[in-house]
């Protein structure tokens, strides 16, 4: 069974990648992230993903960066803006999965302890009843200590946000400066 599997970076793949693999899925990684900025740390996430796709002989494809259409769905939506830049990652992903005759579609977003896991299964269930492709819905968090020692082992980049620049801004500047 062929499953692409959207992923955010190289660290998040380590595990989900393994599990899928176990299950005999033939897993496509799919890097679709408008939402990193600046583009330099997309640029970097990407590469680092190329890289160790090489060393675990697994596939990438890439979709288009629509940083505008990040910036039209999800800017200035206050506390819904993490489900919109979720939906907006999925929605390409179960659309590029139908396209490519994909037997189903997942994301190693939930793999993040960091992420909402019950709002993006709630999204990808709904687009892939939309779209007519399986949402694998898989509890990845649980290697995520696995996937966080085989990083470092491997030297991967580990990123400190999320990738979208609220995240940026909560890890960076002082609570001070951020009004919500």
């Known amino acids: 069974m062929k499953v692409l599997l959207h992923t955010c970076c190289a660290p998040c793949l380590i595990y989900p990648l393994k599990a899928l693999e176990e299950e005999g899925y033939e897993i496509m990684s799919f890097f ?24 675990k002989g697994a596939e990438i494809t890439q979709g288009y960066y629509d940083i ?8 200035f939506n206050g506390r819904v ?12 992903t179960a659309k590029f999965a139908r396209r490519n005759n994909y037997d189903a579609y997942s994301t190693t977003l939930l793999a993040s302890p960091l992420q909402a896991v019950n709002i993006i299964e709630k999204i990808g269930k709904v687009l892939g009843e939309k779209y007519h492709i399986d949402f694998l819905d898989r509890n990845f ?13 491997l030297g991967l980049y580990r990123q400190n946000y999320c990738g979208c620049i609220y995240s940026q801004r909560d890890r960076s500047l002082p609570q001070r400066y951020t009004k919500r």
């Open 32 to 55: 679709y992230n408008p939402n990193i900025q600046p583009y330099e740390e997309y640029e970097k996430r990407l590469s680092c993903l190329n890289e160790f796709a090489q060393t």
């Open 68 to 75: 505008d259409r990040f910036f039209q769905d999800v800017v």
């Open 81 to 92: 803006r993490c489900s919109r830049c979720y939906a907006l990652r999925l929605t390409e």
């Open 141 to 153: 968090r649980k290697g995520w200590n696995e996937s966080v020692v085989v990083s470092k082992e």
